[in-house]
């Protein structure tokens, strides 16, 4: 009897590119292409190569200078050479149709970059029918302005343009509007969904709603299922969680909401901020907002601002706030040389001296350090919850009777 190998599906190897600026130093780039790596091992990439180039600024032409761009291809054709395939070349930062096909003609490979990456996550975790109608809005927001490209193979001869007036603009006219007509669609299916939910929030009764806001992969899908005893979706990728979902919590009889809500990233493309509003939402009503940090991170700090900056995009950056430092259990640090006269680094901190730091910082009651992995300090939280939420109830429906 003959045998059947299911053989494993080939995983696509990537190279990534950034750039070290006036702007953004190497340190910063470094961590901005680790995160890169992370989405695209999210994505279901494998990184084999990553190239740097400092330069005053990218290149409108092909991001990076035509030297580095040859170097690339270099790298891509020594590669397949050795029959070691490089399927596609990942770009730190946005960019423009003219880019994408001037960058293609020399390195005759996939192109993606940090933008269309997150998309293409994004499409691969969407599972309800809002999440997928918002992803798809977003992708089509940014095809419309490249779609051009796709169209190089019809592209008018020179000599003039009397009688060469071809398909090639009338089908990229077409396609435009098929497009458009499309994205028309998915913002008032969108509208009809934020109508929905709007009434979905007025019948959820006289509770507080807490919102989980952080910087992707901090752990809010695993702090959600401590508090909530839920069974969120959780794991160590990017984007684990995009759809918001609330949980009713009740701690010592004192009952209310709380939300799950998508996470933010650096770089965060303006088309899913967009495409996401309904599900942001959640963020713009909570009475209370609950800022989970990954503390081991070596970069929380940059982290901490982007979903500041994020909140105040969103209008929601002046509500209550408690900031929870999550993952003290990942933490690690090394003690400083004390012939080292250098400046101490936060890898040289303990943790005992950054707690203490942020709590003088932003307040003892406003920041709490625990561990959702293993429930390190998780009661004390609770308690912390329960008090704050306890007064904005009190201040918000000061007449009601069930908390007396």
Known sequence: M?????????????????????????????????????????????????????????????????????????????????????????????????????????????????????????????????????????????????????????????????????PGETQLEMDQRIIRNRMSLLKQRLKDIDTQKNTQRKNRGRLIRVALVGYTNVGKSTLMNLLAKSEVFAENKLFATLDTTVRKVIIDNLPFLLSDTVGFIRKLPTDLVDSFKSTLDEVREADMLVHVVDISHPDFEEQIRVVEQTLADLKAADKPTLIVFNKIDAYTWTPQDPDDLTPRRKENISLDELMQTWMARIGEGDCFFVSAQTGANMPQLKELLYRRVKELHVQKYPYNDFLY
Do not use: C
């Open 2 to 166: 003959k045998e059947f190998v299911i053989s494993e599906p080939k995983v696509e190897t990537a190279v990534i590119v950034g750039l070290i600026t006036p702007y953004q130093n190497e340190r910063k780039t470094r961590e901005y292409l680790d995160e890169l790596e992370f989405l695209a091992d999210t994505a279901g990439a494998k990184v084999v190569a990553r190239f740097t180039q400092r330069v005053g600024g990218p290149s409108s032409v092909t991001y990076v200078g035509q030297g580095k761009l040859e170097e690339i291809r270099a790298y891509i054709e020594a590669e397949e050479d050795a029959e070691r395939e490089v399927g596609m070349v990942i770009f730190d930062d946005e960019l423009s149709a003219k880019q994408i096909r001037n960058i293609e003609k020399v390195l005759q490979v996939k192109i993606l970059d940090r933008t269309s990456l997150i998309l293409d996550i994004f499409a691969m975790r969407a599972q309800t029918a809002t999440a997928k109608t918002q992803v798809e809005l977003a992708q089509y927001r940014y095809m419309l302005p490249r779609l051009t490209r796709l169209w190089t193979h019809l592209e008018r001869q020179r000599g003039g343009s009397v009688g060469l007036r071809g």
